[in-house]
T-cell receptor, first 115, second 112 residues
């Protein structure tokens, strides 16, 4: 496999469920990200991991919990979500170096529906 | 704060040329990127401008004027497969491309 892969592609969950989204990158990149994409809204950055350390958390509610066990894997743990959390969740990676790293590589996303 | 403006929709015919504009207001600026996203697909990187001027990649070109806080994506010889959403994104940090701020996207419809 190449690129950035996300599983599952689709997820339907109730507000009391706990689930996890998984992202794996096969590009040898050193930074990974979670984005939320809602209908008619721009991409919203949620979390940034650089060299496996979380370097940014953009005021995301605690019902979203990221985990980055190594530079190739990223998880987003979900619990007690709200219907307004229904969206496409995109994982991305990049290779960051001084003066470089302008490209983001995205996965195909997980389409989440919260009932 | 950061804000980017781009048209919400553009329609053109096959073989034509279309220009998608992007104006931005950001607290800092390091570069402007363009991404394409087909329905149900992942955004894919198209082009990046860190300096003023034109960058050409095949049928697609991107232009930047930092003094005008303005850029555009130019698509030539349009094909049906170019129907997609196009996002501009401003990078305002020297590191982490993923910290870019994205525009709302422009939906391009190419008609036969």
């Amino acid at each position: 496999e190449t690129g950035v892969t996300q599983t599952p592609r689709h997820l339907v969950m109730g507000m009391t469920n706990k689930k996890s989204l998984k992202c794996e990158q096969h590009l040898g990149h050193n930074a990974m990200y979670w984005y939320k994409q809602s209908a008619k809204k721009p991409l919203e950055l949620m979390f940034v991991y650089s060299l496996e350390e979380r370097v940014e958390n953009n005021s995301v509610p605690s019902r979203f919990s990221p985990e980055c066990p190594n530079s190739s894997h990223l998880f987003l743990h979900l619990h007690t979500l709200q219907p307004e959390d229904s969206a496409l969740y995109l994982c991305a990676s990049s290779q960051e170096a001084a003066g470089r790293g302008e490209k983001l590589f995205f996965g195909s996303g997980t389409q989440l529906s919260v009932l | 704060g950061q804000s980017l403006e781009q048209p919400s929709e553009v329609t053109a015919v096959e073989g034509a040329i279309v220009q998608i504009n992007c104006t931005y207001q950001t607290s800092g600026f390091y570069g402007l990127s363009w991404y394409q996203q087909h329905d149900g697909g992942a955004p894919t990187f198209l082009s990046y401008n860190g300096l003023d001027g034109l960058e050409e990649t095949g049928r697609f070109s991107s232009f930047l004027s930092r003094s005008d806080s303005y850029g555009y994506l130019l698509l030539q010889e349009l094909q049906m497969k170019d129907s997609a959403s196009y996002f501009c994104a401003v990078r305002d940090h020297r590191t982490n491309a993923g910290k870019s701020t994205f525009g709302d996207g422009t939906t391009l419809t190419v008609k036969p």
